[in-house]
């Protein structure tokens, strides 16, 4: 086969996703809506529970998923809490031999992923090997991994460290499992933003979708980085509460009393789809992912900027992007950590993004209640702003018992409160300064 | 096939059904599809970090070593067992 001939043989084989590229960008280019981006399915793997209405009833009653460490012995730990995954059994999910060789964050995403997969009712298996892709981030990856693979090579040399160790360690793997379990051949990668992973994750798969590379994306994050070097480092650099002795009040986000973050794991994955594409096959349309805004702090490694400036760029930039105006928020899920400085830079981020209206919106932080999942944390939260959309009541803020009087604004304290939410802004910010926010809007029916 | 004695003389203690039990856990297969003349690669779907998880495994279980020019060598579980029958003293260490 001559040079000339391969080439015809591959434009031929790209034939189909090239002209469905060509329907999209002919949509954006003329002047016409851009192409919209639906959330058809989620799935999930959390402290707070696993599947959407457990999730969603942990949510609404303020149930904490926050408790004493049982992965390992944190004893000798100033820290010595976390939101644990609890009973999760990934053979539900996946062969024993796969669990095996895959870290516990791909575990956990492969199951949230094939939940999602199920609620959307997209089969990827029917469709052409490119209209499906998977963007799944984890800000730490296998961590577990890494650290048993290292005692082992100081215990027992080279020649014992598992041939798995790679891939079990690398943060894109979940995606590169997930597109090979669920047959899903489009663009494949992970987006690593630390704490703001997942929501760069699902802001970029969105993109995807609208520049015409995929028809639908599995997109968010999976992590599972309780483990003793990381707790340990946590520790050292003094982001996580003490609060060992009340593992339930421990996240207080905007409370005076907080004293750091509650470090969480687990999984949250979405199916998003072209609006078009899931009208047509009568697709349950949860809510649209109107866009992402993403900046940098330019500041610090792991402090705030204490005036929130990038912070409120980001969110300028999501309302800007996505066509609304703080006249048209509804509802604010914050980053809220439970460190009193992210708080308090918060808090005069969304005074800076949304001005004279911060003080109307409800704002709440749902890590109160989940703990920080990390990379898999602007997942959970966007899913709680979907949630909060389909279902009309918006999750609290708990253990937000004497407010910081320098945090101001109204974050839903103790109680879930019913809500008609039209838009909803998620935020999400990781070490290194990223940040990103989501917003996410109803859908007519 | 399933009785490996019966087409070897067994000069030492091992016990097929133990290494049978530990390759089914490594390759994430039933015991009872590790026969002697059973391909790694197509019969048990072994790829080569299998193998080499595998190898890891039989010799930490056996005490002993597989150099790497005998690796290649391994296709079946028949060349893998006639190996630790072939080294019976490191095997009974």
């Known amino acids: ?445 | 096939m399933s009785d490996p004695s019966a087409d070897q003389a067994s000069p030492t203690s091992l016990d097929f059904a133990e290494m049978q039990e530990l390759a089914a856990e490594i390759l994430g297969v039933d015991p009872d599809q590790v026969q002697l003349d059973v391909s790694f690669a197509k019969d048990l779907a072994a790829d080569s970090l299998d193998i080499v998880e595998l190898i890891m495994a039989i010799e930490d279980r056996y005490r002993v070593s597989l150099p790497e020019e005998e690796l290649e060598h391994m296709k079946k579980v028949g060349d893998l067992w006639a190996f630790l029958l072939a080294h019976p003293a490191t095997a009974e260490q």
Not at chain 1, 117 to 136: I, T
Not at chain 1, 178 to 188: S, T
Not at chain 1, 335 to 360: M, N, V
């Open chain 1, 1 to 445: 086969m001559s040079i000339n001939q391969w080439c015809y043989f591959f434009l031929e084989a790209d034939a189909s996703p090239n002209i469905l590229s060509v329907r999209l960008r002919s949509v954006s280019d003329s002047g016409q809506a851009r192409v919209r981006v639906a959330i058809t399915g989620m799935g999930m793997v959390t402290p707070i529970g696993t599947g959407i209405d457990a999730v969603w009833e942990s949510l609404m009653q303020g149930r904490s998923g926050i408790d004493t460490i049982t992965q390992f012995d944190a004893s000798g730990y100033p820290t010595q809490i976390a939101a644990e995954v609890r009973d999760f059994n990934p053979e539900l999910y996946m062969d024993r031999k796969t669990a095996r060789h895959v870290a516990r964050y791909c575990r956990l995403g492969l199951a949230a992923a094939r939940m999602a997969l199920a609620d959307s009712g997209l089969k990827p298996e029917e469709m052409g090997p490119d209209d499906v892709g998977v963007v799944v981030s984890s800000g730490a990856g296998g961590m577990e991994e890494i650290e048993r693979g290292h005692q082992v090579l100081i215990d027992r040399g080279i020649g014992r460290i598992s041939p798995f160790m790679v891939p079990m360690m690398i943060t894109d793997i979940a995606s590169g499992l997930i597109a090979i379990e669920l047959r899903c051949g489009g663009p494949n990668y992970a987006v690593v933003s630390a704490c703001a992973s997942s929501g760069h994750a699902l802001g970029d798969a969105a993109e995807v979708i609208r520049r015409g590379d995929a028809v639908a994306m599995i997109a968010g994050g999976a992590e599972a980085a309780i483990t003793p070097l990381l707790m340990g480092a946590f520790c050292q650099l003094g982001a996580m509460s003490k609060r060992n002795d009340d593992p339930a009040g421990s996240s207080r986000p905007f409370d005076l009393s907080r004293d750091g973050f509650i470090m969480g794991e687990g999984s949250v994955i979405m199916v998003l789809e072209e609006m078009e594409h899931a009208r047509a096959r009568g697709a349950r349309i949860w809510a649209e992912l109107l866009g992402c805004g993403s900046t940098a702090d330019m500041y610090h490694f792991t402090a705030p900027d204490p005036h929130g400036t990038g912070a409120a760029r980001a969110m300028r930039k999501v309302m800007q992007k996505a066509g609304v105006t703080p006249e048209d928020v509804d509802y604010v899920n914050a980053h809220g950590t439970s460190t009193p400085l992210g708080d308090l830079a918060e808090t005069l981020a969304i005074k800076q993004a949304l001005g004279d209206r911060a003080s109307q919106i409800p704002i709440s932080s749902t890590k109160s209640m989940s703990g920080h999942l990390l990379g898999a944390a602007g997942a959970l939260e966007a899913a709680a702003c979907v949630l909060a959309i389909a279902r009309d009541m918006i999750p609290p803020t708990i253990n937000l018992e004497l407010p910081d009087p320098d945090c101001d604004l109204d974050y839903v304290p103790n109680q879930a409160r019913p809500a008609r939410i039209d838009v909803a802004l998620s935020n999400s910010f990781g070490f290194g300064g990223h940040n990103a926010c989501l917003a996410l809007g109803r859908v007519a029916a």
